[in-house]
């Protein structure tokens, strides 16, 4: 296929695969003579050859271009009346009606009283400075980010055991030679489809073992001898990780020599998983034995031949023990002696499509650029310098997302709030209370291009720009950074989130410097990162252009890190730390399986993103899967009376959930699937707990008691 | 508020004491607990219910440690191995140990757990008091010792006699014969684990254990050992002798008869004990407020003759489990972290670990389908040529007991609803059903079904584009978008265009 001239190279907007592609302005497309798509003239997209997709889209890369020109764009900033009817006002005039909001927040109730939530789609550009607006232009520590829902058990587990959080220490085409992979709570044929090509040496050895309450399109790829597939009850994950370190132990797995050389720890995890025998794990996971004892079989051998992966994802993450379950799958990966070798070792898949940049330049509460800690004091003193202040400016930490939000409207709590590339109304446990604050503010800003459920609660809406109209920088799944390019023209009245920091930074007389040239503010993120852990001094605008590969960390003068820890992990001694983790009964916990309750487990579909603010605007998507389904086995769905596509009540303390159910046999009997794509009765949110995770923050998604009943017909 | 440490003793350092240790750490280390635990072997507490893996090899000693002496030690737990407590002396809150040290307590915990069950054969000595050791090529399997026994046995390829169909014979029978002994299982009664399952599932295991190539003896009445001169001129034992028929010759005997409460210092200090120490549901002996017991020792029965927990206590339950949960407990208890009483166990589940062999059971299960048992329902699956058994009881739909043999995943769900006590789905056979094929391969022949899902591309689109001429995967995928995410179906693209351009 010849490309056009005016055809740009970019990556797709949605999850962290970050597929490579090719969007093409309208006028000049070629014609698609029998593509599926609507007739109506947009840009087209084309799969582009690159080590992650290998041309693959899935779906919603395909249609991806619909948005560009959807008619429900938001063009012009919208300010809410007194009717609560949002209405256009110039720029300068939303502009000088935050600056103003700003300081009048600060001036009765502090600083902290100003917030600010971003997102993990953010480009890195917009993430770092977002941090930096946040706190030197609004002076405030009260930053977080939709983030804290993705990643952050894994990097905290990751942090503790590597000493550096990169989710694929490796590049993704590592995986293909692979014997063995052990993917824990992840379905990526429905997440990331393209993916599933690096699954295919292990399904040929037989080798892919798949975790989850669902037999789920990722879990058919183990069929017909390709792997096995492990069904779990919710929130048993640790148990049978621990079951599983236990086997590898006992039966003779365990990598002594690496154990010995790489790591610390051992002894007191040998001693702490000596109590979860193989039975044991069984009669708390229902999991058999057999295949518990299968599992570590495959990937010991895996190890010793083509080599063995230990993959985790939301599913076992999304815990108030998730980071000590991610823990526990390190733990396993150690013991086996994966990480850190050429062609074995564990990763977690990151979601969002800048889950891994989002997370290291300073939009965490705890966090300055670098990955560095906000509360190290020579951290502070080297990014103060960069940004030309004294550390005594830069706040502290600020608190995590569950908790930000949760103080919203509240006394001490937030008053006035940005909201960036985040739709939490929809997204954020405990939907009905997040909107609650929402409602409780002073005010409320948030930039979006469309009126998300989130943007519909907001006092003023700023339109900024898409994916295919900016430039910047995106860092994907595998830690490898990528050029995000502008195809096309954005609307007119549409603003880039640079453009508004610096703008709004001006006005509120802010110290150091705001770009709105993402060049310019890459340039400052590369010094402000020098000498983090995640280092991206090295990399520039023209090394991305030629197409080099670039793995952080990259210091200036380096190559990058395509592997990380082949030679030492990067805790001080250079050894990788094993900490002994058990479960324990946390009473904030919804305790499952009481009476006549279901467990729920909430998760994506491979038509939809995130809260479905953009995917339910694309009219292919949306008529694919237009409404919320709750997955139930016909057994459980029997003895309630509820047909197949009959209309139920998800229901427990915190809300109810209204909408089709939908008979399978691909789930547990005690388990019921819902999708948190959608918003209003169908908001799986309004059903998940603000309970959270005590070192990462992350809230309980994956384990909520509800009851199912059958909503009369009339 | 004084800052006087409380100092708490634990008698006994086998896995229960080592859980209440652990939990006790942090109070150890903030200096609110001053934390004595005494253990009779030299060897810190280690998984006992692993010690047949042990024994046949399957696992290594270092593997099975739950503790670490010298960690305790440096934490600042006083740890006393290779000795035990002679007497407790309760008026002056002291306990007096076998190596003549003398150690006060505020509060002392019992953990001393239980010993083998040594039968009345002519030729051992059934004494529970006796600290003499038994015969060699005799052994209980209780500690590393007696895993060297077996470990010894099974390297040599020995013939092992297990006498006792109980649970923890069977397992150790079963993982001498699959790591190459050659074992005899000898028990009375019709049939083996006779306390946990039913005679239909009798038969099925009995089945399963012969053809793993153990030799199953039942009814059996023995009556004594018969000890012969070795190589080295010692007396060790060389058959297990039967009132009636042959002696069943053999090189080790294992002992699998039950274990006995080791109360013995309890009752001597003139506490209350049945089978095993008295306590109420705080684990506090009947009459001593600073004296508790928990684990295999523990029997938990209450002053309050109404008590309907404790109406059918008739001994420790000898679980590992509920062992674990009293010991979290009663360590949050003694630091006053905790106010609620310890909840009562549910029954146990009983669960074989073997490989190859699945078992599992609790509950009411010897009553039959056609039985008139009030309120009882059995609803029962058993196809003895292949070795798979299933029973269920319920009472008002909700489980009441259970038997899987030979059906893995059946027996992991049922042991699931049991322990929460739910409610079996009415189709109790959808329960057996988990162990067949994990899919339904019949696939349905619907042009409309989704071939490629990451496209969302159905078959009769793929079909129409082979039609007008595509006629491989690549040119259908250009034209359909099928086949451009995962790859997953490529195979089946494949086969749609052949199909359409084969001879018709």
């Not at chain 1, 490796?170 to 429905?190: C, H, I």
């Not at chain 1, 409320?444 to 907001?458: H, I, K, N, W, Y």
């Not at chain 1, 388990?671 to 794509?677: D, E, G, R, S």
């Not at chain 2, 699998?256 to 001597?268: D, F, H, T």
């Amino acid at each position: 296929m010849t490309v056009p001239s005016n055809a740009t190279d970019t990556h797709c907007p949605y999850c962290a695969l970050q597929c490579a592609m090719t969007v093409t302005p309208a006028a000049t497309g070629p014609a698609r003579a029998g593509a599926p798509t609507p007739a109506t003239p947009g840009p087209v997209i084309t799969g582009r050859d690159f080590p992650t997709n290998r041309g693959g889209l899935c779906r919603k890369g395909w249609t991806a271009a619909a948005l560009l020109g959807h008619p429900e764009r938001v063009t012009t900033p919208l300010l809410r009346g007194r009717d609560g009817i949002h209405r256009p006002v110039p720029w300068t005039l939303a502009l000088d009606l935050i600056a103003d909001q700003v300081q009048r927040t600060r001036a009765s109730h502090g600083p902290d009283a100003v917030g600010v939530f971003g997102g993990g789609g953010l480009t890195n550009e917009k993430a770092y400075q977002l941090g930096k607006f946040a706190r030197l232009a609004l002076g405030t520590s009260r930053i977080d980010y939709n983030g804290r829902f993705c990643m952050s058990s894994a990097a905290a587990a990751g942090n503790r055991a590597f000493g550096l959080d990169r989710g694929l220490p490796f590049p993704l085409e590592d995986l293909d030679r692979a014997d063995a992979v052990l993917l824990l709570g992840s379905n990526v044929a429905e997440t990331m489809p393209p993916f599933i090509q690096h699954l295919q040496g292990a399904r040929a050895a037989g080798g892919l073992v798949v975790v989850d309450p669902r037999r789920t399109a990722t879990a058919d790829f183990t069929a017909d001898g390709a792997g096995l597939h492990l069904a779990p009850v919710p929130a048993t994950d640790l148990v049978l990780l621990l079951g599983l370190s236990h086997i590898a132990i006992h039966d003779g797995f365990a990598d002594a020599g690496f154990v010995a050389s790489r790591t610390a720890g051992y002894q007191a995890v040998a001693r702490s998983v000596a109590q979860w025998w193989p039975e044991r794990v069984q009669s708390i996971t229902g999991v058999p034995v057999h295949l518990l004892r299968e599992t570590v079989r495959l990937l010991a051998q895996g190890a010793r031949g083509g080599g063995s992966y230990i993959l985790t994802g939301r599913g076992v993450e999304q815990h108030v023990d998730g980071t000590d379950t991610a823990t526990a799958a390190i733990n396993l990966a150690l013991i086996l002696g994966l990480p850190g070798s050429a062609n074995s070792g564990y990763g977690t898949l990151t979601g969002q499509g800048n889950g891994q940049g989002g997370r290291e330049h300073g939009q965490k509460a705890d966090q300055l650029p670098g990955y560095r800690k906000i509360t190290d004091p020579a951290a502070r003193k080297h990014v103060a310098k960069v940004w030309g202040v004294d550390p005594a400016l830069i706040p502290g930490p600020g608190l995590p997302a569950v908790e930000l939000l949760a103080s919203l409207g509240k006394p001490n709590g937030v008053r006035t709030f940005f909201i960036h590339g985040a739709n939490v109304a929809v997204s954020a446990p405990n939907a009905s209370q997040v909107l609650k604050g929402l409602r409780a503010l002073d005010f409320l800003v948030v930039c979006d291009f469309f009126m998300s459920e989130t943007a519909q609660e907001a006092d003023l809406v700023l339109p900024v720009l898409q994916w295919a109209e900016e430039e910047g920088t995106m860092t994907n799944l595998e830690g490898r950074v990528l050029r995000r390019r502008a195809a096309l023209t954005p609307p007119l009245g549409a603003r880039s989130e640079l453009w508004i920091m610096a703008e709004l930074a001006c006005r509120l007389n802010a110290p150091s410097v705001f770009s709105a040239d993402p060049e310019t503010v890459f340039t400052e993120l590369r010094a402000a990162s020098a000498g983090g852990l995640a280092d991206y001094s090295g990399i520039d605008y023209a090394l991305l252009d030629s197409g080099e590969p670039a793995y952080w960390p990259y210091p200036a003068g380096s190559t990058g890190t395509p592997r990380l820890f082949l030679d030492a992990f990067a805790h001080p001694d250079g050894r990788a730390v094993l900490t002994p983790v058990s479960p324990s009964a946390d009473p904030a916990r919804d305790p499952l399986f009481t009476g006549a309750t279901l467990a729920l487990v909430t998760g994506r579909l491979l038509e939809h993103y995130q809260s479905g603010a953009q995917t339910r605007r694309v009219a292919e998507l949306a008529g694919a899967v237009p409404r919320a389904q709750l997955l139930i086995h016909p057994l459980a769905a029997a003895s309630r009376g509820i047909s197949d596509g009959g209309m139920v009540t998800v229901a427990n303390t915190r809300g109810t959930v209204r909408c089709q159910a939908k008979h399978s046999t691909a789930i547990r009997s005690d388990t019921v699937f819902l999708p948190f794509h959608f918003a209003q009765d169908e908001n799986a949110n309004l059903l998940t707990s603000q309970a959270i995770d005590p070192i990462s923050g992350m809230p309980e998604f994956k384990a909520s008691a509800v009851t199912v009943t059958a909503l009369s017909q009339n | 508020m004084t800052n006087t440490p409380l100092h708490i003793v634990v008698v006994g350092y086998g896995p229960v004491a080592a859980r209440f240790v652990d939990q006790l750490l942090p109070a150890v280390r903030s200096g609110a607990v001053a934390l004595t635990v005494i253990g009779e072997e030299s060897a810190a507490a280690y998984n006992r219910v692993l010690v047949a893996d042990l024994g046949v090899g399957r696992t290594t000693a270092a593997a099975i440690a739950l503790s670490d002496a010298a960690e305790l030690v440096a934490a600042g737990v006083n740890v006393h191995l290779g000795t035990r407590v002679l007497r407790l002396d309760r008026a002056r809150q002291q306990v007096r140990l076998a190596d003549g040290t003398s150690l006060r307590y505020s509060k002392l915990v019992f953990a001393t757990g239980a010993r083998p069950v040594v039968p009345p054969l002519h030729g051992l000595n059934p004494d529970p008091a006796a600290r003499v050791a038994l015969p060699r090529g005799v052994t209980a399997l209780r500690d590393l010792a007696d895993a060297a026994q077996l470990s010894d046995a099974v390297d040599r390829k020995a013939k092992v006699v297990v006498l006792g169909g109980g649970i923890l014979g069977l397992e150790a029978a079963l993982a001498a014969q699959d790591e190459g002994a050659s074992v005899t299982v000898v028990h009375h009664g019709t049939h083996a684990l006779a306390r946990s399952i039913d005679a239909g599932a009798g038969h099925t295991l009995a089945a399963a254990l012969r053809s793993s190539g153990i030799t199953v003896i039942s009814n059996a009445r023995s009556v004594g050992v018969q000890l012969s001169p070795g190589h080295d001129g010692e007396l060790r034992f060389s058959a297990l002798l039967q009132e009636s028929g042959a002696p069943v010759e053999g090189d080790l005997l294992v002992l699998s008869c039950g274990v006995r409460p080791r109360v013995e210092v309890a009752a001597g200090a003139g506490l209350a004990t049945d089978r095993g120490i008295l306590v109420d549901h705080r684990l506090a002996a009947l009459h001593d407020p600073n004296v508790f017991a928990m684990g295999d020792c523990a029997q938990v029965r209450c002053l309050d003759s109404d008590c309907a927990d404790c109406a059918a206590s008739d001994g420790p339950l000898g679980l590992i489990g509920p062992g674990w949960r009293q010991a979290e407990w009663l360590a949050d208890f003694l630091t006053g972290s905790l106010a609620v009483p310890l909840p009562a166990e549910r029954a146990p589940v009983m669960m074989l670990k073997a490989r190859g062999v699945d078992v599992a059971a609790a509950g009411e299960v010897q009553a039959g389908p056609f039985d008139p048992v009030p309120g009882l329902s059995v609803s029962q699956w058993a196809d003895p040529e292949h070795g798979k058994y299933v029973k269920m009881s319920t009472r008002d739909g909700v489980l009441a007991g259970f038997i899987s043999v030979g059906m893995p995943r059946t027996g992991a769900e049922l042991t699931l609803l049991f322990e929460r006590g739910s409610e079996l789905p009415a189709d109790r056979s959808a329960l057996l059903r988990l162990d067949g094929p994990d899919r339904d391969t019949a696939a349905t022949a619907d042009p409309a079904r989704t071939v490629c899902r990451c496209a969302g591309v159905a078959e009769e689109t793929i079909t129409a584009a082979a039609a007008r001429g595509c006629s491989t995967v690549a040119e259908v995928s250009a034209v359909t978008r099928a086949g451009t995410g995962c790859g997953g179906c490529h195979g089946e693209l494949k086969e749609l265009i052949e199909k359409h351009f084969a001879p018709a």
